[in-house]
């Protein structure tokens, strides 16, 4: 399989843990994007990757949450001190960048749920 | 701030009846408009994009841009359609996509 793909797929954890989630982008994807579903709405924007550089975050995103792709191929967020609200489903999506009519390909998601 | 509104959650319709998924958005400047779909238990796919003008599995989205609208259509519905539809859109350069709440499409036999 040459999709994208994101790991673990269900995480449960205790308030105040931290946890990271993995994403690996289609191969030669160099912008990578991360979304956040909760129940009811749609995926929201987070932050996203040209290459290794982050170049834009969500207010969403607050400082206890932190993602990195170090050598531009996979990437990781991580929740710190996680809170019950950060129950959701993250997902992570890839595209080549640069080309016209270009499609963000998304992965299955990483389920989180905080007790 | 750019926004995409799907009025409808929920949408049922019977087999071999037309269907419209409605969505409105208010963006600054050009922006690109699309469709995703969910299937049960399948990640989140595009079905079609403003730009491309093509039809994908039976339906079609024209954009509106004197109403802010992309509604998307299909004249005779089949159950295979039934899934979880969004409506986003984005603008070029970054391709961030900001989607609406999605509506659940049912074809009922």
């Known amino acids: 399989d040459t999709g994208v793909s994101q790991n673990p797929r269900h995480k449960i954890t205790k308030r105040g843990q931290n946890v990271t989630f993995r994403c690996d982008p289609i191969?030669?994807?160099?912008?990578l994007y991360w979304y956040r579903q909760t129940l009811g709405q749609g995926p929201e924007f987070l932050t996203y990757?040209?290459?290794?550089?982050?170049?834009?975050k969500s207010r969403l995103l607050s400082d206890r949450f932190s993602a990195e792709r170090p050598k531009g191929s996979f990437s990781t967020l991580e929740i710190q001190r996680t809170e019950q609200g950060d129950s959701a489903m993250y997902l992570c999506a890839s595209l080549k960048g640069g080309l016209i009519e270009e499609t963000q390909y998304f992965g299955p998601g990483t389920r989180l749920l905080v007790l | 701030a750019q926004r995409v509104t799907q009025p409808e959650k929920l949408l049922s319709v019977f087999k071999g009846a037309p269907v419209e998924l409605k969505c409105n958005y208010s963006?600054?400047?050009?922006?690109?408009l699309f469709w995703y779909v969910q299937y049960s238990r399948q990640r989140l796919q595009l079905l079609l994009r403003h730009i491309s003008r093509e039809s994908i599995k039976g339906f079609t989205a024209d954009l509106n841009k004197g109403e802010t609208s992309f509604h998307l259509k299909k004249p005779f519905a089949q159950e295979e359609d039934s899934a979880m539809y969004y409506c986003?859109?984005?603008?070029?350069?970054?391709?961030?996509?900001?989607f609406g709440t999605g509506t659940r499409l049912t074809i009922i036999p």
């Open positions: 986003g859109g984005s603008n070029f350069g970054n391709e961030k996509l900001t």
């Open positions: 963006y600054s400047g050009s922006p690109e």
């Open positions: 990757f040209q290459n290794e550089a982050q170049l834009e």
């Open positions: 191969s030669e994807h160099n912008r």
